[in-house]
Structure formats: structure tokens, C-alpha cells
Nanobody, 118 residues
Framework: QVLLVESGGGLAQPGGSLRLSCAAS????????MTWARQAPGKGLEWVSS????????PYADSVKGRFTISRDNGMNILYLQMNNLQPEDTALYYC???????????RGQGTQVTVSS
């Protein structure tokens, strides 16, 4: 059974940083691509970034390119999202997801809330 547990969210000021983590279990983590997605209040699920199984392919949404960095530790089964220069529009519930982005996938964690406000 796929289990994904996100952590690291919180309140940040504009221009600040946060690092999200996603602990994975129940599947062979190193064999799967992984994805971060987010959902702002009143909006649909938005793709943020993905990473290939060995980490050599890391596409980003234009809205976060140059500010966010996705990475993974296949030894520890953890997915990361380093978020720098946060802006109020980054406020959302952030999810990690097994595989490439699929808005209909059920292989997703419970999310961690990121709020950017002064």
C-alpha cells in the first residue's frame, strides 16, 4: 500500500524559504518518478515539479522555475522540495504524488500547508 507523508509546511514571509519533505513507503521508491503538486483555496490541483527515478530529469512549472528545487534521496525514500523566494501566490496545500503528474491519481499524501504572508 502506497503511503506518502508530507511535512515541512508552515508560515513564511514573502522572500522567505521552506523545505518540504515527503516520506514514502509501501513501494520501491527508487523505481518511480515523483511529483509535487499544489492546490490553492478555490482552485484546482496544479503541477509544480516532477523528478525522474534517478533524479536526472526535473521539469518545473513556469511559476516556480528558478525558485524551487526538487530532489530525492533514494536511500532514505524521501522526496524534497526546496522553496526559495516565496511569494503570496505560492500559498497552497502541497502534495507529493507517486509517478508523473496525474490530477486523478489517488497515490497522493494528505498534504502540507504553505502560507506566505507578511
Amino acid at each position: 500500500q502506497v503511503l506518502l507523508v508530507e511535512s515541512g509546511g508552515g508560515l513564511a514571509q514573502p522572500g522567505g524559504s521552506l523545505r518540504l519533505s515527503c516520506a514514502a513507503s509501501g513501494f520501491t521508491f527508487r523505481d518511480y518518478s515523483m511529483t509535487w503538486a499544489r492546490q490553492a483555496p478555490g482552485k484546482g490541483l496544479e503541477w509544480v515539479s516532477s523528478i525522474s527515478p534517478n533524479g536526472d530529469v526535473t521539469p518545473y512549472a513556469d511559476s516556480v522555475k528558478g525558485r524551487f528545487t526538487i530532489s530525492r534521496d533514494n536511500g532514505m525514500n524521501i522526496l524534497y522540495l526546496q522553496m526559495n523566494n516565496l511569494q503570496p501566490e505560492d500559498t497552497a496545500l502541497y502534495y507529493c504524488q507517486q509517478g508523473w503528474f496525474d490530477p486523478d491519481s489517488s497515490s497522493r499524501g494528505q498534504g502540507t500547508q504553505v502560507t506566505v504572508s507578511s
